[in-house]
């Protein structure tokens, strides 16, 4: 036998042995809890999501789901920290659009490439962003506000440069031409207490966030910025349906885990994340907070939508200039 040719079957030797490995590996996974990072502190709408499915995912799973969050740079600390972790499916991460599809336009430099150091395994819910105005504004309706700011500056805040809410106030103004001003907070809730106290006329931001001050009269609902009504406010127009059917933003929360992880270990997560979803307790309890369910068809499918949305925020940050530092 030729040299070259016991190379071949050695080598192909090795692969059937990796293979089966992995496969091993694969069926005794989880073995040990899952840690399941957020990047944004407790009580935003990531973290709620996360702890909403963590109870049912760890049964499941039969194993443990520990959510730990790293909060900062608008979610890109936890991304890259579960992008530089073992691809070994114990270090995942629910991250949202501003870190995954946005902050890679908005920021100079990032720490780590979605779609090189990440893998997709599936959505699990989603929400509107929401748009109020401080009660005193003397406006309705969208068509209101943007025909009183082609008459004076109206001052809209948000949690701070670069992210989702940041993005679809600059889409609001580039596409009716009205004069917006973007105003960035330190976070939503020094945003939202000057909206409510009058020193800036409105706010977007996701839906959980605002929903209790919209139900208590202390701001004013205009529009979710979304093709179908929120569940939570079935009364309250889209704004598409106020004529302004480019102005869409909705935020999304997604699983991801480092980029070599087994595949048989991401089709079940994909299959627990999506069971999870799916079940009555968890949609009860996050359409009570304004989130709604929506999983991918696959881990693939994510991935694609994850390009889709990249190539849609991307334009707008590249368009009006918005940038996270």
Sequence with gaps: MHAQSRSRIALFGAALLLASSATTWAQEWPSRPVHLMVGFAPGGGTDIV????GQRMGENLKQSIVVENKAGAAGTIAADYVAKAAPDGYTITLGSASPLVISPHTYAKMPFDVFKDLVGITTVASTPELLVVNPGLPVKNLTE????SKKQQITLASSGNGGLPHLAIELLRTSSKGDFLHVPYKGASPGIADVVGGHANGIIMDLPALYQLVVDGRLKPIATLDKSRAQILPDLPTSV????PIVL?????GVMAPSKTPKPIIDKL????????QSPDVK???LKMGIEPFTSASPEAFTAFLQIESTRWGKIAKESGARSD
């Excluded at 996360?50 to 499915?53: F, K, P, T, V």
């Excluded at 349906?241 to 302004?244: D, H, L």
């Excluded at 994909?270 to 979803?277: D, G, I, M």
């Design 249 to 253: 933003a909705f935020n999304w929360f």
């Design 241 to 244: 349906e106020q004529g302004a």
């Design 50 to 53: 996360a702890r909403a499915l």
């Design 145 to 148: 506000l943007i025909a009183l």
């Design 284 to 286: 009860e309890a996050l």
């Design 270 to 277: 994909f299959a627990a994340l999506v069971k999870t979803a």
